[in-house]
């Protein structure tokens, strides 16, 4: 079975000091793998974060002060309306963020490492390495000052 997309959705942008929660809907039903990002803007780099879907803890994939990526590892809830949420400790932060499911993945190893970068200048660049038939998923972030 190929990759696929299968759904995603998105957490309009607001400000909290604790955390934030969020629908998601997954549309298929076997070897799904969920992905979650976010990012914000304001306030101090986040010190502590946790993700959980549906109650299930999340794998910090990537946290650069300001970009945060999460995945599930293996299985998500599938066809249920499943409860993102992320939390953190540090000042009140304006944030945004999202998930995404993908369908068709291999339940044994869903991810590899991280690939990250965090600078200024145009272009901001990060090297990826992959492998056929891996699908490659960002999260990117912008600090706003």
Known sequence: ????????????????????????DPVGTSNLYGKAGFSHWKGAPITSL????????????????????????????????????????????????????YTGVAQTTPSDAAATANGAGDPVTVNVTSAT???VVDTVGVNIT
Do not use: C, Y
Request: charged share 15%; glycine share 10%.
């Open 133 to 135: 038939d891996d699908w």
């Open 1 to 24: 079975m190929a990759v696929a997309f299968d759904s995603a959705a998105q957490l309009v942008e607001g400000t909290s000091t604790t955390g934030v929660s969020w629908s998601h």
């Open 50 to 101: 946790a993700g959980t879907w549906n109650g299930l803890t999340m794998t910090v994939k990537g946290n650069l002060e300001r970009v945060v990526a999460l995945d599930t590892g293996n299985n998500p809830p599938p066809s249920t309306s499943a409860t993102v949420s992320i939390t953190w400790v540090t000042d009140n932060i304006a944030f945004a963020g999202g998930s995404e499911v």
